[in-house]
């Protein structure tokens, strides 16, 4: 029983103490006057009567209800009933009023019940004050309270005549029962009769009709996401402008989540006051006034619900996880169902007369069932999770998580995974663990209706009927009696509070209310306690969970024969069958990926364990373990499915003998998986553990009494853990005072047993074998948070931390250990706290516990060490011995090799991805650093893979980035410490070190590779080492050392210290060339490393003439000799002596003027200056230009004799100024004026030594050259577009519009494009730079501002390309989209497509005969990049292999590309970083070589070769940064000379030489070069490939760049077998990542080669060079003479490809020798003679491309017959047969049918008309002149003549619809 009213209050208005303009509310009187015992008066109730504030009004409004709850500090709810009316104010108490009328008229309604006439205000200037009657209870009665405060007002209002007193005197004495469903009538004593109904449970919430109005404001979407909100702990804010809808809404919210409670502030009506509250941390349910919302938007992170507007709004910042599915869904649909019944209904054609729709109050029952029902689908079963830790005094009951998740299968659920760890779970756990209590609806609804509730799932109706009978149990809960009797209660008058009240409310009587209340509490005592008898029951556990949805196991929907391969494993390692079980090892491994199969393996091995203990050998425990780290490795860190704890105890079981004494166990060797360091884990294994027990514990005494009654023992087993607690909390108020201690300390004893196991459980699997390994503080996440110390894995010792925590009792001082131990014994120590406190251990036995724990860890470790020093001694596993890799000569190990497991990297092929091919990778085996690679060599880890050798290396010189990783070794899945190197040359070496290898020796890698990687100068360089020191050869060393020893450290580091002595002097003194007669003697021993020059001197040309100094003379022959000048003889610039005797016809000189290097220190000593400027100007000029470098020619057309010109960008001054201020007068010119005049007279002699070419033949605007002018010397890659007059012109416009700012309309750039004159000189330069020029029309050159990329553009491209193609992890999603996706990202392709379009600009400006000089950044990077393009481009010289080399040398290496810099090759280069400014252009040349296939004399692989060398550092030709720094050291002219080290060729290009002279792997095969052709390759992004380069990859031998290494094992010769049957094939298997396929299939002309120089040698004859064959082979095909280049059925030659830019499959596969090969190698006699006759004329035709690839029979013809033709001018008509063909689209005609020599083609391309003809002279006579047609192509008028009328129509219909579908 309890009171119904414990407090009733009066609060009136008072003013506020300072004086503002609200209010305060006061309280008048309360009652009874003092506290009772059990229940205190709540504080601050004025601010709940009114929480708008307390203000005065102009107006009498109607009187107001609402009830506020607050909550006390036991969290006891107290309802407060306000009922507010308005009185007068006295004129003493006026006080001045803030607010106007309107406002405080609006809040004043807030409360009002429905439609109220309009408040009437009193006379004018009254005001009134608000007065508020409280009722203050523990019970919520709603409708009483509003009822009794009724009456009282009314009472006063009326004017009846019953006392006040009486009625607050009976209010607050009237007791009722709390639940049971009882009815009691109660009175007040005014004539009124009210009845009370009590719910049967008192668990149960009554909600009347709140859900349902919750529903109807908000909407089903809305109130779930509310719902969830809550239930994870969010913020949940209401808004209204009515204070009984907050309250309702808040209950009804609460409601909702029955059967949790919820447990944080809940304050369904908050006082303005009070708002700061809403900024509090923790969740919450807060009402609030609709006038404050503007406060609630501030708030962040705060889910606002407006019940008046019908919205919710969350915040971005909140996630509110939904439930999980199909939960979401079918809750969705039933709220939907019971809500709005006609949904269902609404398409019928014959919808029902009506349906009977429920009332509010069922209608809300019906809502909070379909919770209800998914409260018992969410949390079925979750009784079977239930830990019993304790049964007496009280229980203690603790719910497993994890297994609960993992059972229904919903481990990633956002949701239930929130619901579960928050603080209402906790309570319900609590509360509804425990076994024996009173039950209610929810029980009932999880443990029997399951099964039916899965059953419905699927059927609507019978959900909907389900839901209907849980409504009607829920509803009679609330109204047990239908049949209520009628309350009685009086009422005001209509709009009483409208008359004038006689008095204000009276001063009720304290005494009498108080005497009143004390009579009731003296009858009260003499009653007896009404105890509620509690029928207390087993609570029922329902089945055993299910799923919430079956999800199928995915991939590993473990079948039985996956169960099968793990039984059939275990059994043959136990039964000692070893082979057998390595082969089913890897499918046993696949298969635990499944969790039924880590189950079967946790139980299979449980078998073989006798005793709690499994003596194992050798080989049999390594399988265990693995098996288990393998089971272990998927587990996460609550482990879920049990998979850890069932393996707890076999870790402590299975074990093996080391040594005497000495015995490991399996827990040493699975300690590496996060699930260990999780306490979580481990508290709920010791409950489960100790329930275990304590089940034990009592089922054992039942049995000793029951042994006589047969037959009862078995089945008492059965029952579960809660079941024995159940009875037992039965039985314990029967039992004997005695008893009942004994058995609280029995239980007490068995948890602090257990308690002790575990520290030991714990610190096994805790303590790493070598404690000096201290990996659990590196690498256990749980463990490192636990410190709260780093968890980096560089510090691994926190001695420190551990010190001063450390127990001192453990009277132990091991140094070494003590971070380890201190770090475990912390970590027991937590625990044992927790779960000891929690489950009630003693404090005198938890002390012990404390002192016991290091002790514990102390004795483990010394075990430990003993086990760690036998097992150390143990013969390893057979690991796979090391690969010792092939060095080159010269190369030296530095760190001998350390084991390391080599991981897939993202790269699919290596992993037997898609692409098919086994799983090379993971591969074991060692890494290796020598001077010039780091190399790994090593096995696949996959047996099945077999004996393949995987090799992976880079030269150190590459590295580009290096970083720590973590990793989990494939083959034992243990943690380690990795490495991941990526290197420029696209490979990446992802490694995780063996455990053998220490961090030490893993540390001393990282740094010996940085000191390689960067040595502090130039001179510690591979290719500068490499040969210098004579160091007599040190002998291979028989024993490998573990680890690197510092034998071979120190030996090298005092190496390096010889050499770089020995080379000190260079340096100090000044280079001078050695005099002219040291020249022919090898140079004096001393002076090695100085320059040497070769013997034999080539007789230069270039006689130096006696005008010259004779120090001059030395270095001009030195500088003559170089590359520069050997090109600009060839290109006719002037030769040496022509330029020093001042020969004035020459426009061009060859100047000495930088021959010391003073002028500009990044140029060649030789530069080409107009033979009219003076050396001494030239250091004027060279001022205006960035580091000097002003403009010199590079190149001269032959042709248009337009040159080409480079030089760096402007300084601010310079051409800019001079065009801003040139047509300015300048009387007085300053010094800065003068070096940019000297730099126009420069500019100006540059344009005058040019010859003229303004011809007037049309082709002086630069958008009108004519076609032919273009198309005789130039080559578009397509094939039709080559006869298009049209074609070209319009192009060079749109494409310098392209280049320079785009116009809208497309036309050129520039306006000075159309000029009629064209410039003499292009100036390409920044468009930053050139900003704000206005080019004046008179001036002879012009400016084409671009817009270039700079080199940190590139920079950041190249890194972004290099982690598209080599990624460094798996991809998140396979497939080429991901590939593709972060390959445009890089913007490579966009920067390769601006260098071709700025280029082939340049090529087209110097093709039309103006020159340009390119003129951007410093001129060293991007400036090289299009200077080599264009010539490259422009002149085929450059295209072969001689001319190549020239082109490298003059441009990249003579002017100055800075590669020591841009390859960071120094110490000093580290900061700025890898800058492939070379290599980018050497993707270009592969882009130009891929559409041109025929045009260059080098392979694709020459390109390779040179992009992997020019960063290795193997030879000296791309080290440093200009010719001036290559002469200081000394390196300039040793190129050439000193040939006495044969062993190590020092220049890239004496390397290809010789290496050209053995193998053609640098001569494409199909070099047919047509002569003088420009050419102008396709820019676009779409036309641009991929480079190879970057993504092939051969691991059977590393790249193939370095050709003495990448040479396999020789194939063994064909052996006859002994039996005499066929000898075995030589057939290999090919695999696309391993192999080198140029290699394992060379194409046919390689194969026929080598096969060749096998039958010579076979022959005896010395075989001869491999280019003397094939040039002789050429010159046979030549003699033969056939023109259409058709060979003869199983001739050698195949035809090639054709010139077609798309021919980009050029590789002529091997086939079998006899098949037909041939080809055709020079297109010069492949053309037919009426082309080769029009050659100049035009540019070649197409048939010339199509001719070649004609084989013997496969002539195309469309349509063919006999026509005449008349032949040239005054040449006859004659028959000939024409051959139609539209493939080639071409006319081609023979003398007869069966000729097979082509007499001539007419290309149809060319064709411009075919038009009927007139018979001319000499046509045969007797044919119609209908039959006579002509064919205009653009080069002449074919007539034609056909033999009647019909088939000349046949034939120009063929010729025309051939013209149309082209």
Known sequence: MARLADYFVLVAFGPHPRGSGEGQGQILQRFPEKDWEDNPFPQGIELFCQPSGWQLCPERNPPTFFVAVLTDINSERHYCACLTFWEPVEPTQEGPCAQDGAERDEEADEGGPGALPAPTPGPPGQLFAPKTLVLVSRLDHVEVFRNSLGLIYTIHVEGLNVGLENVVGNLLTCVIPLAGGSQRTISLGAGDRQVIQTP???????????????????????????????????????????????????????????????????????????????????????????????????????????????????????????????????????????????????????????????????????????????????????????????????????????????????????????????????????????????????????????????????????????????????????????????????????????????????????????????????????????????????????????????????????????????????????????????????????????????????????????????????QQFDFVVRMMNCCLQDCTSLDEHGIAAALLPLVTAFCRKLSPGVTQFAYSCVQEHVVWSTPQFWEAMFYGDVQTHIRALYLEAAEDQDSFSAGEAPVQDERSALDVASEQRRLWPTLSREKQQELV?????????????????????????????????????????????????????????????????????????????????????????????????????????????????????????????????????????????????????????????????????????????????????????????????????????????????????????????????????????????????????????????GSD??????????????????????????????????????????????????????????????????????????????????????????????????????????????????????????????????????????????????????????????????????????????????????????????????????????????????????????????????????????????????????????????????????????????????KWGSVRASGRSGGLSTDVGSRLAGVGPPQANGAPADPGFLRPQRAALYIIGDKAQLKGVRPDPLQQWELVPIEVFEARQVKASFKKLLKACVPGCPATEPGPASFLRSLEDSEWLIQIHKLLQVSVLVVELLDSGSSVLVSLEDGWDITTQVVSLVQLLSDPFYRTLEGFRLLVEKEWLSFGHRFSHRGAHTLAGQSSGFTPVFLQFLDCVHQIHLQFPMEFEFSPFYLKFLGYHHVSRRFRTFLLDSDYERIELGLLYEEKGDRRAPQACRSVWEYVERLSKRTPVFYNYMYAPEDAEVLRPYSNVSNLKVWDFYTEETLAEGPPYDWELAQGPPEPPEEERPDGGAPQSRRRVVWPCYDSQPRAQPDAISRLLEEMQRLETELGRPPERWKDAWDRVKAAQRLEGRPDGRGTPGSLLVSSVPHHRRSLGVYLQEGPVGSTLSLSLDSDQSSGSSVSSSRQAARRSTSTLYSQFQTAESENRSYEGTLYKKGAFMKPWKARWFVLDKTKHQLRYYDHRADTECKGVIDLAEVEAVAPGTPAMGAPKTVDEKAFFDVKTTRRVYNFCAQDVPSAQQWVDQIQSCLSDA
Not at 461 to 469: D, G, I, S
Not at 496 to 514: I, N, Y
């Open 745 to 997: 300390q029995k239980e007490e004893s068995t948890v602090f047993s257990q308690a002790i196991h575990y520290a030991n459980r714990m610190s096994y699997l805790l303590l790493p074998l070598d404690s000096s390994k201290s990996r659990l503080l590196r690498e256990r996440p749980g463990l490192g948070e636990l410190e709260s110390a780093s968890n980096s894995l560089v510090t691994n010792s926190m001695a420190g931390s551990v010190a001063e925590s450390y127990d001192t009792e453990s009277g132990f001082e091991d140094a070494e250990t003590c971070d380890v131990a201190g770090a475990v014994v912390r970590f027991i120590n937590r625990f044992v706290d927790k779960v000891c406190t929690e489950s009630g251990v003693t404090s005198d036995h938890l002390k012990g516990l404390h002192v016991m724990v290091p002790d514990i860890v102390q004795m483990h470790i010394e075990t430990l060490e003993a086990v760690h020093r036998e097992s150390k001694r143990l013969p390893p596993i057979q690991k796979p011995k090391l690969l010792r890799p092939r060095l080159l000569p010269g190369e030296e190990c530095v760190l001998d090799g350390l084991r390391v497991y080599l991981l897939p990297d993202g790269r699919e092929e290596g992993a037997g991805g898609p692409g098919g091919g086994p799983a090379l990778l993971p591969a074991e085996g060692a890494v290796f650093l020598t001077t010039y690679r780091v190399i790994f060599t090593g096995m696949p880890t996959d047996p099945l893979v077999g004996e393949q050798v995987v090799v992976r290396s880079f030269p150190v010189a590459a590295l580009t980035k290096e970083k720590r990783i973590s990793v989990q070794t494939p083959v034992d899945q243990l943690l380690q410490d990795g490495l991941q190197l990526r290197s420029c040359t696209f490979q990446l070496l992802k490694m995780a070190f063996d455990e053998e290898v």
């Open 1001 to 1274: 020796s893993a540390e001393l890698f990282r740094k010996q590779l940085h000191k390689l990687r960067y040595p502090p100068d130039i001179r510690g360089t591979f290719a500068l080492t490499l040969g210098s020191a004579h160091t007599p050869g040190r002998p291979p060393r028989a024993t490998k050392d573990k680890g690197p020893s510092f034998r071979t450290l120190s030996r090298n580091l005092v190496k390096n210290a010889k050499k770089t002595i020995g080379r000190q002097y260079v340096t100090r003194k000044k280079y001078s060339p050695p005099s002219w007669e040291h020249r022919g003697q090898p140079p004096p021993e001393d002076q090695e490393d100085e320059i040497s020059v070769s013997e034999e001197l080539e007789p230069s040309t270039l006689t130096p003439s006696s005008a010259l100094k004779p120090s001059d003379r030395m270095t001009m022959s030195s500088l003559v000799e170089r590359a520069c000048c050997r090109d600009y003889q060839r290109l006719g610039l002037g030769t040496l002596s022509s330029s020093l005797s001042r020969a004035k016809s020459e426009p061009f000189r060859i100047s000495p003027v930088n021959r010391m290097y003073a002028i500009c220190r990044s140029y060649p000593g030789l530069l080409i200056v107009p033979q009219s400027v003076q050396d001494n100007a030239l250091q004027r000029v060279s001022r205006c230009y960035r580091q000097n470098r002003f403009p010199v020619v590079c190149w001269r057309s032959g042709r248009s004799k337009a040159v080409l010109l480079r030089s760096g960008g402007l300084h601010g001054k310079g051409v800019v100024g001079l065009f801003k201020a040139q047509n300015a007068p300048s009387p007085g010119q300053s010094q800065a004026d003068s070096s940019s005049l000297e730099q126009e007279k420069y500019l100006q002699a540059v344009v005058s030594s040019m010859p003229r070419y303004a011809d007037a033949s049309g082709r002086n605007t630069l958008s009108g050259f004519s076609s032919a002018h273009m198309g005789s010397h130039g």
């Open 200 to 618: 049967l449970s008192d668990s149960l919430p009554i909600s009347r009709c709140s859900v349902a109005l919750l529903f109807r404001q908000l909407g089903i979407t809305n109130v779930l996401s509310l719902f969830c909100a809550a239930l994870t702990e969010h913020k949940v804010l209401f808004l209204s402008r009515s204070y009984q809808r907050l309250s309702d809404a808040c209950r009804g919210l609460l409601a909702l989540l029955f059967p949790l409670r919820y447990s944080f502030t809940y304050v369904p009506i908050l006082p303005a006051q009070l708002l700061e509250v809403l900024s509090t941390p923790t969740p919450f349910i807060i009402g609030v006034n609709a006038a404050f919302q503007a406060e609630a938007q501030e708030l962040l992170d705060v889910i606002v619900a407006d019940l008046d507007g019908g919205t919710v709004t969350v915040p971005e910042c909140v996630h509110i996880p939904p439930l999980p599915e199909p939960l979401q869904s079918q809750t969705h649909s039933i709220l939907s169902m019971v809500l709005d019944p006609e949904l269902e209904l609404a398409d019928l054609a014959f919808p029902p007369p009506t349906t009977s729709i429920s009332s509010l109050k069922m209608q809300d029952k019906e809502l909070r069932a379909v919770f209800l029902r998914l409260f018992a689908q969410l949390l079925q079963g979750y009784r079977w999770c239930l830990h019993t830790v304790r049964i007496h005094p009280e229980p203690v009951i603790r719910f497993h998580k994890a297994a609960f998740l993992g059972q229904r299968g919903l481990v990633e659920d956002d949701f239930l995974m929130k619901v579960l760890e928050g603080m209402a779970f906790a309570g319900f756990v609590s509360e509804r663990g425990v076994p024996y209590r009173p039950t209610d609806l929810f029980d009932e609804l999880v443990a029997h209706e399951v099964v039916r509730m899965r059953a419905d799932e699927n059927h609507p109706q019978r959900v909907l009927r389900h839901v209907k009978e849980l409504a009607e149990q829920l509803y009679k809960n609330e109204n047990p009696y239908p049949a209520v009797a009628m309350h009685k209660v009086q009422r005001p008058g209509e709009a009483s509070h409208l008359r004038r009240a006689p008095r204000p409310f009276p001063r009720l009587d304290e005494g009498m209310v108080q005497w009143i209340v004390d009579q009731a509490a003296a009858k009260m005592q003499g009653a007896p306690p009404a105890v509620k008898a509690e029928k207390r029951t087993t609570v029922p556990s329902g089945p055993p969970m299910t799923a919430i949805v079956e999800r199928s196991g995915g991939l590993h929907g473990n079948s039985a024969r996956r169960l099968e391969v793990v039984r059939n494993c275990i059994s043959y390692v136990f039964e000692g069958k070893m082979l057998e079980a390595k082969k089913l090892l890897p499918a046993v491994l696949r298969a635990l990926k499944g969790r039924a199969a880590r189950r079967c393996l946790a139980q299979e091995l449980h078998l073989h364990v006798q005793q709690s203990r499994a003596v194992l050998d050798h």
